[in-house]
């Protein structure tokens, strides 16, 4: 431990002048157990900061082979080691100039021990939730309808929510309004995801129910609904198809769904895409007008990110090419794009990478990043910027 004499005389050689100095001064030794290892840094904005003095937590999320996330109640943040020149030291009770409010008649040295110390810490920076994963594992085991008279359901691979949480990396939130993305619904406490022909199922008994009865899509009475349809499939079903493709609302006392048009439209063209490698455009815009219910009108607008127009061949074709289906890195994303079609419009393509875009980044920015863009015949057409292999 210094001294007061011992102070004043490191003072003197580093030419430093006692009365520019506090009065208290701090002293600081490593203690006998200190390591590196003991404690990690983690750097906070205003809105984290704020986050955990209110209370609430913040969690770690990852499997071994992946990249550790950090996660609030609605947000992901990505996890990066920044390095630092200056050692960072922990020392509890030591005390900053503004807080050394006590007015010393003369010097005095305190002694403060080091705990531990850092060359490093965790920057956050926020980004995407990591989301790909949770339909991979939902479609481990899609609920496929109630199980056949003598067969037994199949009960492995089915996840709650807290499963959920453990393995994908993103905010219990952002796990949710996917959960609704991808229609998946809880089934005796664990979370399903619906296998395709069984909602299509579901779809095709709502709107031939819709046609038989004459009811306008907008107005699908629930009671009625059930009653007639209940005994083909479970009732929760019916109201989960309901949900899924409309909008649950109450007038005098009775409720109603009013279908959405666009949700509707764009299920019914991916049943009938899904069994094709690529249909004439004019034959399937055709097709899938006639197989919507009465009132409701198709438009390839209803279609982005779920299918793939090709206006340069002949005749004219469309092909499934959903972006839930596309890598979650955006270089790899961008590679595998470029494989499918060696040049793309801007309007093809940003269906294709909207979800990449990060806070205040627009799809124009990615595609100045990622691809090279030239004219061809009087349009502006993006490829990539290095060769790729077939």
């Not at 199949?154 to 807290?162: P, Q």
């Not at 046609?211 to 009732?235: A, C, I, N, Y």
């Not at 109201?239 to 509707?264: I, M, Q």
Request: some cysteine; glycine content about 4%; charged content about 30%.
């Amino acid at each position: 431990m210094r001294s007061l004499e011992e102070v004043q005389a490191t003072l003197e050689i580093a030419k430093l002048k006692e009365e520019d100095l506090n009065e208290t001064i701090q002293c600081l030794s490593f203690g006998d157990t200190v390591s590196s290892a003991d404690y990690c840094l983690m750097e906070l904005d205003d809105t984290l900061c704020k986050h955990i003095e209110a209370g609430h937590s913040l969690v770690i999320r990852g499997d071994k082979d992946e990249r550790a996330v950090l996660c609030t109640e609605d947000k992901t943040y990505d996890l990066k080691i920044a390095d630092t020149s200056n050692l960072l030291l922990f020392v509890p009770g030591c005390k900053t100039s503004d807080q050394l409010t006590d007015v010393q008649e003369s010097p005095q040295v305190v002694h403060a021990q080091i705990w531990g110390f850092c060359s490093n810490y965790w920057e956050l920076r926020k980004q995407r939730p990591r989301l790909k994963k949770l339909k991979k594992l939902l479609m481990e085991n899609p609920y496929e309808g109630p199980a056949l008279a003598g067969q037994e359901e199949n009960t492995e691979n089915r996840y709650t929510m807290h499963d959920l949480l453990e393995r994908i990396q993103a905010s219990e939130e952002e796990i949710q309004e996917q959960l609704d993305s991808i229609h998946a619904c809880q089934i005796d406490g664990y979370w399903r995801v619906l296998d395709f022909d069984y909602e299509m199922k579901l779809l095709g008994h709502v709107t031939q129910l819709l046609d038989s009865e004459s009811w306008s899509f907008h107005k699908v009475p629930l009671q009625t609904t059930l009653e007639e349809l209940g005994p083909l499939e479970p009732r929760e079903m019916i109201e989960h198809c309901l949900s899924c493709y409309g909008k649950r609302y109450t007038e005098k006392d009775e409720v109603f769904y009013a279908l959405h048009e666009d949700r509707v439209c764009r299920g019914t063209a991916l049943m009938l895409l899904q069994n094709a490698v690529k249909f004439n455009l004019s034959e399937f815009q055709q097709v899938w007008q006639q197989s919507v219910p009465d009132g409701m009108s198709t438009s390839l607008e209803q279609l982005k990110s779920v299918a793939l127009l090709d206006r340069a061949s002949r005749p004219e074709t469309i092909s499934l090419l959903r972006v839930e289906d596309l890598p979650e890195d955006t270089l790899e994303r961008f590679n595998h794009l470029f494989t499918l079609r060696e040049k793309w419009t801007e309007d093809d393509i940003t269906p294709y990478i909207q979800d990449l875009c990060g806070e205040k980044q627009t799809s124009g920015a990615l595609l100045t990043k990622y691809a090279r863009s030239s004219m061809q015949s009087g349009i502006k057409v993006f490829n990539s910027r290095r060769p790729l292999a077939r």
